[in-house]
Structure formats: C-alpha cells, structure tokens
C-alpha cells in the first residue's frame, strides 16, 4: 500500500531558464500567467489535444506530443462530517503550479495551423492564457 503524505513546497515566483524553452519538439504551448491546475483538469487538456489532433491527420501521420509538468503540490480533503483541528485530511489529488513562461505542452509532426487551432480550443477551455511558440529555423 502506497501511502502519500502532503508536502509543504513553498514556490518561487522567479522564472527559471530551463522551463521556459523547447526542448524535444518544434512546437510548443507556452503559459502566460500564474494559475494552479490539478491532475485531472491537464488529463482532460491532453486528451482533447490528442483527439483534435487525430481527426486533423487521420491517425496516417505520426504525431509526438511531450509534456513536461511534474505535478508538485498535494491536495488534501477532510471528510464533511469532521470536526476542526483533526489534521490534514487524505490526500486526494495532486496539483501544478504554473507560472508564466513554462512549456505546457511540445509537438512534433504537427502544423503551426493545426497548433493555432488547438490553442483556440484550449483557451476557450482553460482558465489561463495559452501562447503558441516555436524553434527559430537554423
């Protein structure tokens, strides 16, 4: 049995280097402002992504998708019927911190008009801004 203990991470609003350029794909989702999503909410964000991009190509094209996100807060829940001063609560999802700048998501095999499209979706879907990047051309 596994048991997941909440952690208590204090995060720095600075922006780091590494987060903030591509590093497998050509294309990328960049994010825009502070926010926090959990587990599930970037679960439905990568599987609507994957969808649209299977019926653009037809599943004949291979398409590679990366997504960097290491989920680093812990979401704990009391049960309704508890008490105050009764602890933490179970753990009961894991989150992210997203600051701006950080890569969401890194695509290869996949148009600058089809990531235009799919970041038109996620943003209607989404509560943060999303911008499109790019590897400059050697």
Not at 2 to 24: A, E, Q
Not at 65 to 83: D, G
Not at 89 to 117: C, D, M, N
């Amino acid at each position: 049995m596994v048991i997941i203990k909440k952690t208590h991470n204090s995060f720095s609003l600075k922006h780091r280097h590494c987060n903030h350029t591509l590093k497998f794909g050509r294309l990328g989702l960049k994010i825009l402002s502070f926010s926090k999503i959990t587990e599930n909410q970037f679960n439905l964000i990568e599987r609507l992504s994957l969808k649209f991009l299977k019926n653009l190509s037809g599943n004949k094209k291979l398409i590679k998708i990366w997504s960097l996100v290491p989920f680093n807060l812990t979401l704990t829940k009391l049960s309704s019927e508890a008490r105050m001063g009764k602890g933490k609560g179970a753990v009961y999802s894991r989150a992210f911190f997203l600051r701006p700048g950080s890569i969401l998501f890194e695509f290869e095999g996949v148009s600058k008009h089809q990531l235009t499209q799919i970041s038109s979706i996620l943003r209607k879907k989404t509560s943060f801004r999303i911008v499109e990047v790019q590897l400059p051309s050697k």
